[in-house]
């Protein structure tokens, strides 16, 4: 995390705030919305508020939060105070779970369940897709939305096992996913284990196909501590230092392969923000 950029950026933009939000009202107003959501941008719920627009935010996590827990309060009194008052903007901040406390934001809060894609499981079309024997078992790893300069030859190697990553490598048990054309959603859903960073998305669509999770350690990001308990109850989960060493890897690959599958049943909190949302 470029907490010194950050912290530039977002006091750039509370100094602009005022300016943006008049043109973005403007622009709201002509397109005259019944409602606005917000994930999880204060610009928009500051303009809604200017022009009488019920606004909502919605996410699991919010950027004062986040920001706060980077940064000294000397140096970002300025931007947090912008970001307070933007969320406070909001008639409700819809928070799927699991989610950040935002003890800030008091009764505005209103926690619904778990929101993700729901992957098809069909391990048979993935290897053959990937021209893997029957008896392949089959490991995704993804580091979500962070940007892959890897060829992965650091994964375990172990007979029978094969991995799908984003990223071509020289290794033969290491296979291209995005040359499969099968959605990554249906990939982890037929995964026998996935390997991963902590994220929302990543999380709960493991929990909700009931594919074991390894994932490294990542103790400064907030959201960590919230999403890897929530992710224990739901489903196998094995935790690894970001910096351990290649056998400690082995072995929670190895418990995970060993783990039976969840049974997926993590809720839909879809129909819940949509009632909140268009609540009268």
Not at 154 to 183: F, H, K, M, N, Y
Request: net charge negative; proline share 8%; with cysteine.
């Amino acid at each position: 995390v470029d907490v010194p950029g950050s912290l530039r950026r977002h006091t750039a933009l509370a100094n602009d705030i005022t300016e943006l939000c008049v043109r973005d009202a403007e622009h709201l107003a002509d397109l005259a919305p019944d409602r606005l959501v917000s994930n999880i941008g204060i610009v928009g719920l500051l303009s809604a508020r200017r022009i009488g627009v019920p606004a909502f935010a919605f996410c699991s996590l919010n950027w004062f939060d986040i920001l706060q827990s980077y940064a000294e309060a000397e140096d970002a009194d300025v931007p947090l105070a912008m970001l307070k008052e933007g969320y406070r903007a909001a008639l409700q901040f819809i928070a799927p779970t699991p989610s950040l406390e935002m003890a800030f934001l008091g009764n505005r809060v209103r926690r619904v369940g778990p929101m993700c894609r729901r992957g098809r499981r069909d391990p048979a079309s993935v290897r053959a897709a990937a021209g893997w024997s029957e008896s392949t078992r089959i490991s995704v790893v993804s580091w979500g939305g962070i940007a892959q300069r890897d060829d992965f030859l650091w994964l375990p190697q172990r007979t029978g096992l094969a991995w799908l990553a984003p990223a071509p490598s020289s290794r033969p048990d290491i296979v291209d996913l995005r040359r499969l054309e099968i959605g990554f959603s249906d990939l982890l859903a037929s995964a026998d284990v996935l390997l991963a960073k902590p994220g929302y998305g990543l999380f709960c669509e493991a929990a909700a196909a009931g594919t074991p999770v390894v994932y490294t350690s990542r103790p400064d990001w907030p959201e960590t501590a919230p999403l890897s308990t929530w992710l224990r109850r739901h489903a196998a989960a094995f935790e690894v230092p970001s910096s351990a060493a290649a056998n400690s890897l082995e072995r929670a690959l190895e418990r995970a392969l060993e783990a039976p599958r969840g049974d997926g049943l993590i809720g839909d909190g879809g129909p819940e923000a949509a009632a909140l949302v268009l609540a009268p």
